[in-house]
């Protein structure tokens, strides 16, 4: 599987995830760009499930422009609005129905603001500002608890480095090398 987490800061935000794939037993070690972390103009998406999504996001989707920030709650509505119909219509029209277990569980920032995007499309944010998905989640969400709270975007940038290694320590369907990229407000 994988771990990505994310870090909220009060206008930024910091995602980052492993490299490794684990598929029916093979272990792939990605090269640079072809990872479960995706940064496109507006966004950085990182994934963990099925791998296919990563690929449309990089190689297929033309994912819509985000409005200018506001208000959280006009970016909530563009999430609910535009940009979860839009992955929805992508994954149909590129002939990718994933059912039951299958699917893949999004990180998704967008203007400084972290979404989490369940498999099933219901979104949610979290007022302690830390997500993660995938099979190391649990111990990078847990690492990234245990660590001061970040004062600024590099002591996010260290925190996820450290929370991810910790995850790819004891969970064998992460590894490295990390990827680990932030995200300004606007």
Request: charged share 20%; net charge neutral; aromatic share 10%.
């Amino acid at each position: 599987m994988t771990t990505a987490i994310a870090i909220q800061g009060p206008t930024w935000a910091v995602v980052g995830a492993d490299t490794r794939v684990v598929d029916e037993g093979r272990i792939f070690n990605l090269p640079a760009g072809a990872g479960k972390i995706i940064r496109k103009p507006d966004y950085i998406i990182a994934l963990a499930g099925d791998f296919r999504p990563a690929q449309i996001f990089a190689h297929q989707a033309k994912l819509p422009k985000p409005p200018a920030y506001t208000t959280i709650d006009a970016l909530d509505k563009f999430i609910t609005q535009k940009f979860i119909p839009y992955v929805r219509t992508t994954y149909t029209e590129v002939g990718y129905t994933p059912t039951g277990e299958e699917g893949a569980e999004l990180i998704v920032a967008t203007q400084g603001i972290i979404y989490n995007v369940g498999a099933d499309f219901t979104w949610a944010r979290d007022k302690r500002g830390i997500y993660g998905v995938g099979t190391g989640s649990d111990y990078a969400i847990g690492a990234l608890a245990a660590l001061d709270t970040p004062k600024n975007v590099n002591d996010a940038m260290a925190n996820a480095k450290q929370a991810l290694s910790i995850a790819c320590s004891y969970d064998s369907n992460s590894g490295e090398p990390l990827t680990i990229y932030q995200q300004a407000r606007g």
